[in-house]
Every structure is written in C-alpha cells, then in structure tokens.
C-alpha cells in the first residue's frame, strides 16, 4: 500500500524559507516519480516541481530559481526548498507520486496523493 505523507508546512514571513518534505512509503522508487503540488484557497491544484529517484527534476517556471526539490531513496524522502517566499506562495502543498520513471506536470497523471501541508505567508 503506497503511502505519502507530507510535513514541515508553517507560517513564514514574506522573504522567508521553508522546508516541506514528503515520506513514501509502498513505492518501487527505481520505477517512481515524486511531484509537489499545491492549492490556495479558491483555486485549482496547480503543479510546482517534480523529480525521480535518478535526479532528474522539473519546476514551474513561477517557482524556478526559488524552490528546489531534491530526494533521498535511502530514507524515502523527497524535500522542497521554498526560498524567497512571497503571498501569492501561500497554499497546501501537495505530494503525489506515479508509477512511472519520468515526472509529470499534470495532476491527472498522478495516481497517490498525501493529505498536505499549509504553508502560510504573512506581509
């Protein structure tokens, strides 16, 4: 049974940083992709980076040069940096995974899903 579950979400001041991170569990991670995601109120879940075990990644260019997701297979876990934090940041951060080598930046082609955490930003 694949499970994924997301920490480290919180209240950060406009500028800040954070750290989420995901743990996976069930997965076949030679053959599996990891993808963040995230929801702001009244709006739609909208893709921020993926990556697989290999290290490969991919990112929205809103977040590019501002988050870096990153993994480590020993611990089954996937992280994402979020740097330079701004409002329009704030939302629940999603982990999904799929089946599959190569990441994706579509919600439909994941088929696991954490229950997510908040990440707040204050002005």
């Known amino acids: 049974q694949v499970q994924l579950v997301e920490s480290g979400g919180g209240l950060v001041q406009d500028g800040g940083s954070l750290r989420v991170s995901c743990a996976a569990s069930?997965?076949?991670?030679?053959?599996?992709?990891i993808g963040w995601f995230r929801q702001a109120p009244g709006k739609g879940r909208e893709f921020v980076a993926h990556?697989?075990?290999?290290?490969?990644?991919g990112y929205a260019d809103s977040v590019k040069r501002r988050f870096t997701i990153s993994s480590d297979g020993a611990k089954s876990l996937v992280y994402l940096q979020l740097n330079s934090l701004q409002p329009e940041d704030a939302a629940i951060y999603y982990c999904?995974?799929?089946?599959?080598?190569?990441?994706?930046?579509?919600?439909?082609?994941?088929?696991?899903w954490g229950r997510g955490t908040q990440v707040t930003v204050s002005n």
């Open positions: 999904a995974a799929r089946e599959h080598p190569c990441g994706s930046r579509s919600v439909t082609d994941y088929r696991y």
């Open positions: 069930g997965l076949a991670f030679n053959s599996s992709a």
């Open positions: 990556t697989h075990w290999s290290g490969t990644t």
